[in-house]
């Protein structure tokens, strides 16, 4: 589930429906990564990457997806923390597209038991939809720039 959009489906339907939104599914979120080599880094990237290396630690700590994926997932590293669900929407809505691939669908957005549905309908508008990214690529992209590195 997409809090991102169930959270208020009433304002997340309004919105998807009068704008041109982009969609980057959890299918492809969920190839992106923070790792735990990662936390030197931003143990130096002063107080935001201070930060947001003591939330990992605390995440990590708590949810254990280097045992859930790390260890089960061939395609993610052995010392995934999180994915980066928000950070990669929010660089593609910027502009980034280093190994993105997109295409339009037809969606209608429908609302049944209180969640919304994307819902293939050649009579309805195409929406763009992130279809393709490279994970890796931009796990590093993200960690160079949140660290400040060039």
């Known amino acids: 589930m997409d809090y991102n959009i169930q959270a208020d489906v009433k304002s997340a339907r309004f ?15 969920g190839e992106t990564y923070l790792r735990r080599r990662y936390l030197k880094t931003l ?4 107080a935001l990457g201070k930060l ?15 045992e859930k994926y790390g260890k089960t997932c061939s395609k ?14 929010c660089a593609i809505a910027l502009g980034w597209n280093e190994g993105v691939e997109m295409t339009h669908i037809p969606l209608r957005i429908e609302l049944r038991d209180g969640l919304l549905h994307e819902i ?7 929406i763009r939809v992130v279809t393709k990214i490279d994970g890796s690529k931009f796990s590093e992209f993200w960690i160079d720039t949140v660290a400040g590195v060039a």
Do not use: C, M
């Open 76 to 89: 993610l590293p052995s010392d995934i923390i999180n994915f980066q669900h928000d950070p990669l929407t």
């Open 15 to 29: 919105v998807i429906e009068h704008s041109h939104p982009t969609l980057v599914p959890l299918s492809v979120t």
């Open 43 to 46: 143990r130096r990237a002063g």
């Open 52 to 66: 947001i290396a003591r939330q990992a630690e605390g995440f990590a700590k708590d949810e254990n997806y280097e």
């Open 120 to 126: 293939v309908d050649n009579t309805a508008e195409p």
